[in-house]
């Protein structure tokens, strides 16, 4: 299961299942569709979106292939796992449209060719988080080692027997 607030999706429901041949269509006649038309973008315009759908492709990769691997242990799907695994292809297949179809425009191309070096590095992140290679940030903590603290907080479970040892810590909040 994914971390606090993750919702799970246990099984396989039957729409989940069709969701791989619906979008493997879906990419198909969009294709045909696409390449049926002339080009009309520009092949400067198209590197860096062949960069950037290969990148948010490969991101898409590892996403699904961790929500594989754990759905054997955990019995179901991560919904926010799946959502992601699916949204990155869907941005890959819109920036090769894009630039297949579109007149070159400037500012665009910039703000392609900015994203570049973002989308290779949030791709090779997310590839040693899939590796197990990176330790995930959420699993870190603040400051310092993970250990055992040396003193309990005040609103743990046992904090009624600090009251008893503090009378003044308890008696200030009676």
């Known amino acids: 299961r994914g971390g606090r607030g993750d919702r799970f999706i246990s099984g396989t429901p039957l729409c989940l299942a069709a969701l791989p041949i619906a979008f493997g269509g ?3 006649w969009i294709a045909t569709e696409v390449t049926s038309n002339p080009f009309r973008g520009s092949v400067l315009e198209l590197l860096p979106n062949v960069v950037l759908a290969v990148c948010y492709t490969a ?3 590892y996403l699904l292939a961790t929500q594989l691997r ?3 242990v955990g019995g179901g799907w991560s919904v926010s796992g799946l959502s992601l695994g699916m949204i990155f292809p869907a941005c890959a297949v819109t920036h090769l449209v894009f630039s297949y179809t579109m007149a070159f425009d400037r500012a665009t191309f910039v703000v392609d060719l900015v994203g570049v070096p ?3 590095y949030f791709m090779l992140v997310v590839r040693l988080l899939h590796r197990e290679a ?3 940030w959420n699993r870190r903590p603040i400051v310092g080692r993970a250990s055992k603290p040396t003193r309990t907080s005040p609103w743990a479970a046992h ?3 600090s009251e008893a040892a503090m009378p003044e810590f308890g008696d200030a909040r009676r």
């Open 26 to 28: 879906l990419l198909g």
């Open 59 to 61: 991101v898409a990769w």
């Open 70 to 72: 754990r759905r054997p």
């Open 118 to 120: 973002a989308a290779i």
């Open 134 to 136: 990176l330790v995930d």
């Open 159 to 161: 904090v009624e027997k």
